[in-house]
T-cell receptor, first 113, second 115 residues
Framework: GAGVSQTPSNKVTEKGKYVELRCDPISGHTALYWYRQSLGQGPEFLIYFQGTGAADDSGLPNDRFFAVRPEGSVSTLKIQRTERGDSAVYLC???????????FGPGTRLLVL | GDSVTQMEGPVTLSEEACLTINCTYTATGYPSLFWYVQYPGEGLQLLLKATKADDKGSNKGFEATYRKETTSFHLEKGSVQVSDSAVYFCALSEGRSGGYQKVTFGTGTKLQVIP
């Protein structure tokens, strides 16, 4: 079956602009996660959704970052007033239930100029 | 807090050589342990996992044993192939209130296998 998909695959923006990154989880997966992977590092947790609600957003670096999952499926990560330090690969993962293995999407590579 | 430490790369091996990538962890409870692999141009894929002490995870000729006494989960393969060239991430997850698994990753080890 189809895996986790993310769009766009690459995004280039200018400092100060607003961006949205989209994640389509595996069909039927109730748990959804966002991670950020900086160059040469492992992924770092940002936020976890169970259904429509953000159950843990402790990894969001500041209030410029926000994520939604209004219908419990697709999720959007929103970054306001982007900064060069936001440049990274943003990964989405989903799992059938919160206790089960997470499956990752290919990521969105964000470059802030 | 939880953390994962893995050996720095890059690791360069000749085809058919033996591979070991060291990984140690720090956790407050009893985590599950994972190895993920990232092939060039592709997303993270789960390679293998172990959920309790002394469990051995295995897949595609790779193995790792959950060693609680040494807090380690070293990745091994007896004979590597060029197609194994990738970045390997050791990771752990612990249950959080609400029952979900928060995954903590190491920094990754790049493996290059030359013919």
């Amino acid at each position: 079956g189809a895996g986790v998909s993310q769009t766009p695959s690459n995004k280039v923006t200018e400092k100060g602009k607003y961006v949205e990154l989209r994640c389509d989880p595996i069909s039927g997966h109730t748990a959804l996660y966002w991670y950020r992977q900086s160059l040469g590092q492992g992924p770092e947790f940002l936020i976890y959704f169970q259904g429509t609600g953000a159950a843990d957003d402790s990894g969001l670096p500041n209030d410029r970052f926000f994520a939604v999952r209004p219908e419990g499926s697709v999720s959007t990560l929103k970054i306001q007033r982007t900064e060069r330090g936001d440049s990274a690969v943003y990964l989405c993962a989903s799992s059938a239930s919160p206790q089960e293995t997470q499956y990752f999407g290919p990521g969105t590579r964000l470059l802030v100029l | 807090g939880d953390s994962v430490t893995q050996m720095e790369g890059p690791v360069t091996l000749s085809e058919e050589a033996c591979l070991t990538i060291n990984c140690t962890y720090t956790a407050t409870g009893y985590p599950s342990l994972f190895w993920y692999v990232q092939y060039p141009g592709e997303g993270l894929q789960l390679l293998l996992k172990a959920t309790k002490a002394d469990d051995k995870g295995s897949n595609k000729g790779f193995e790792a044993t959950y060693r609680k006494e040494t807090t380690s989960f070293h990745l091994e393969k007896g004979s590597v192939q060029v197609s194994d060239s990738a970045v390997y991430f050791c990771a752990l997850s612990e249950g959080r209130s609400g029952g979900y698994q928060k995954v903590t990753f190491g920094t990754g080890t790049k493996l290059q296998v030359i013919p």
